[in-house]
């Protein structure tokens, strides 16, 4: 824990600097993933997510993200709670860095494709239980009290690709109704997966966005140039529906680390999500608020989970 103050220092000087440095506009997006954004309300399994990122009109993005995972009871004393057959208690915290571009394709600018870096820490070191029993003490509730048991420090890396293809339903005049289609990989030391998705969205003027991505399943690039282009002033406003597979190879939640002795549990290898949302945008600024449902992560989970998040972009 001693060192989460001073890593999370570095990354958000990291992103101040970056954004000092470019002379074009760049677009900040705050996103907030948690169970409580959910009418379960249950406080459990992936359980908080928090991205902070930062995106330069020439391709590059920074970001800094925290993860928090704990297990279906956080109330009981860590003697005997979690069993081993239940989540481990455990968080991440890490830096991401990137490069992505929107692809011409005989005029048409139609596909997205990103690359990003992200290395960290797992364990004590990434402040999982100081922000989650900070934040139960703010709001009045119990803290969790078996942090404990958490995964031990680890340094993390991975290397995230990812490709979106946009199709338009209503041609170019209209722009109310689109179809993204989306791949993932992801390779390294904290996730090893691929994710294949697709979102339907309808509304006004798609054109403004690439669609709602999530913190832990996909990279941080939001091209600044479709929230700052001609006749991009107005309100906009859509609903989408979104589902995606996920097919496992590892997730430290899951599995535990990778060189260190750690608790885990018998991992799922194929995760399904389905997910409902809206987004409203006001010249360049949006808000978005999702919900999603998400088959076992683990043989022994307690059925589906619930997971809900808002995200703020601003263009500055």
């Known amino acids: 824990m001693s060192f989460a103050r001073p890593f999370a220092l570095l990354c958000f ?6 954004a000092e440095a470019a002379d074009t506009p760049w677009v900040v997006a705050v996103t907030e993933e948690n169970d409580k954004f959910t009418p379960t309300n249950k406080d459990r399994y992936y359980t908080q997510g928090l991205k902070v990122s930062v995106n330069r009109d020439d391709g590059v993005f920074f970001s800094v993200t925290q993860e928090i995972n704990t297990p279906s009871d956080t109330l009981n004393p860590p003697s005997v709670s979690p069993p081993f057959t239940d989540l481990p208690y455990s968080g991440a915290l890490y830096f991401g860095y990137g490069y992505g571009r929107v692809l011409e394709r005989g005029g048409r600018r139609d596909s997205l494709f990103s690359v990003e870096a992200k290395f960290g820490v797992i364990g004590p070191a990434a402040g999982g239980e100081t922000v989650q029993n900070k934040f139960h003490d703010l709001i009045g509730t119990p803290q969790a009290v078996g942090w404990g048991t958490q995964l031990p420090n680890e340094l993390l890396f991975n290397l995230d690709g990812e490709f979106r293809h946009r199709f338009d339903l209503d041609g170019p005049d209209k722009d109310t109704r689109d179809l993204i289609a989306r791949a993932v990989l992801q390779l390294g030391t904290m996730r090893t997966e691929a994710i294949f998705g697709a979102q339907f969205r309808w509304g006004s003027d798609l054109g403004r966005s690439w669609g709602h991505t999530y913190i832990r399943h996909s990279n941080g690039y939001d091209p600044s140039s479709d929230l700052r282009g001609p006749g991009k002033d ?3 406003f859509w609903g989408f529906a979104d589902t ?4 496992v190879v590892r997730n430290y939640a899951t599995d535990g680390t990778n060189f260190r002795d750690s608790r885990g549990v018998v991992r799922s290898p194929i995760v399904l999500q389905a997910a409902l949302g809206f987004t ?6 949006s808000l978005t608020y999702f919900c999603a449902a998400r088959t076992k992560e683990f043989e022994t989970q307690d059925g589906f989970h619930l997971i809900g998040g808002l995200k703020g972009q601003f263009l500055f």
Do not use: H, R
Request: overall charge negative; glycine content about 10%.
């Open 280 to 285: 409203a945008q006001v010249s360049s600024c």
């Open 244 to 247: 995606q597979v996920e097919v």
């Open 234 to 236: 107005g309100f906009a």
């Open 13 to 18: 000087t990291g992103l101040a600097s970056a």
